[in-house]
């Protein structure tokens, strides 16, 4: 069998006019700074993962789902390589809290304009495609 991208969802939770981002920890990213998000299952939608992953590692949850864009990911030094797809949502409610303290470090909220500099890969390739939240509402 050929190896293949995996496909990675990425959640850009908005609350308050802010974006939800966690500092990773362990052996993948350790350090730079990413949306939630996870591994899309076997027969998942994108909706559903997004979902689950955001409550799994943060405890809250979120409504009004909507595809934004992807971000093509090759982790060199990795070996990995991941699809990423951007998918934004809004806050629904919750006590955000960390809830896989191996894989974050911690939560927090930012202004779209004012993310931290140690970006994690597919944040950094969002950007750079110009992507900006303000595109996402109607």
Not at 23 to 30: F, I, N, P, T
Not at 34 to 56: D, K, Q, T, W, Y
Not at 67 to 89: G, Q, S, W
Not at 111 to 120: R, Y
């Amino acid at each position: 069998m050929k190896n293949r991208p995996s496909v990675g969802v990425a959640v850009i939770v908005i609350k308050n006019g802010k974006v939800l981002l966690g500092k990773r920890k362990g052996s993948h990213g350790s350090g730079y700074w990413a949306f939630p998000g996870g591994h899309l299952e076997m027969n998942e939608s994108i909706e559903e993962c997004a979902r689950r992953e955001v409550f799994e590692e943060t405890g809250i949850s979120i409504h009004n789902i909507r595809y934004a864009t992807f971000t093509n990911d090759i982790f060199k030094e990795e070996k990995k390589h991941y699809v990423t797809l951007f998918v934004v949502a809004e806050y629904n409610g919750g006590d955000l809290q960390v809830n896989e303290p191996d894989k974050c470090e911690k939560w927090d909220w930012f202004i779209w304009e004012k993310f931290p500099e140690n970006q994690f890969l597919s944040l950094k390739k969002l950007l750079a495609q110009g992507f900006h939240i303000l595109n996402c509402y109607n």
